[in-house]
């Protein structure tokens, strides 16, 4: 069985001050690993996705995140936020038999002025 | 291309009624995937409907059920409402291991 762990639950961070939402997993098999945010009172968007290749992967709003096999990690980061990405962000994996996604429990960051 | 759209928005229901959900997936994707998003519990995936097909469902009681019709489109029926079916539902459609497009979500309220 697959899990996600995100050990932080709420993140606070100054405005243009760098990030990093921690991501964990467990998996007997080879993963696909996603982030997703989810701003208030909406949907779940996609914001980058690991599937194979690079293990850095860039995704929309200015976000990275790296994969590291012998980690079992997958860390999201981003070098200068502002306060629009205040939000909830998810971590997801999918063993790729097109089963479901397992998610973490969820990263609040919020940025302050 | 237009994203996953799910509808109503929100809906209210009364305690023992049914709650319909409904849920269109982008074109050209023919999994269909629900979740619920409770306050404090985080996501909790429901069903998987595969080409017609319920292909996996959660750890949720049978009062929780749905379709797939062959436009792909699908339904989500909770029947015997309780209080503790009030969530955010979100369907997501896909190409398996492509990740999920997920829709804006119906907030249900059962009081």
């Known amino acids: 069985a697959q899990s996600v762990t995100q050990l932080d639950s709420q993140v606070p961070v100054f405005e243009e001050a760098p990030v990093e939402l921690r991501c964990n997993y467990s998996?007997?098999?080879?993963?696909?690993l996603f982030w997703y945010v989810q701003y208030p009172n909406q949907g779940l968007q996609l914001l980058l996705k690991y599937l194979s290749g690079s293990t850095l992967v860039k995704g929309i709003n200015g976000f990275e995140a790296e994969f590291n096999k012998s980690q079992t990690s997958f860390h999201l980061r981003k070098p200068s936020v502002h306060i629009s990405d205040t939000a909830e962000y998810f971590c997801?994996?999918?063993?790729?038999?097109?089963?479901?996604?397992?998610f973490g429990t969820g990263t609040q960051l919020k940025v302050e002025l | 291309e237009a994203g996953v759209t799910q509808s109503p928005t929100h809906l209210i229901k009364t305690r023992g009624q049914q709650a319909t959900l409904r849920c269109s997936p982008i074109s050209g994707h023919t999994s269909v995937y629900w979740y619920q998003q409770a306050l404090g519990l985080g996501l909790q995936f429901l069903l998987w409907?595969?080409?017609?097909?319920?292909?996996n469902r959660g750890n949720f009681p049978p009062r929780f059920s749905g379709r797939q019709f062959p436009n792909y489109s699908s339904e989500l029926n909770v029947n015997a409402l309780e209080l503790e079916d009030s969530a955010l539902y979100l369907c997501?459609?896909?190409?398996?291991?492509?990740?999920?497009?997920f829709g804006s979500g119906t907030r249900l309220t059962v009081v």
């Open positions: 997501a459609s896909s190409f398996p291991g492509y990740g999920y497009t």
């Open positions: 997801a994996v999918d063993t790729g038999g097109g089963n479901k996604l397992t």
């Open positions: 409907y595969d080409e017609g097909e319920e292909r």
């Open positions: 998996s007997s098999v080879s993963v696909y």
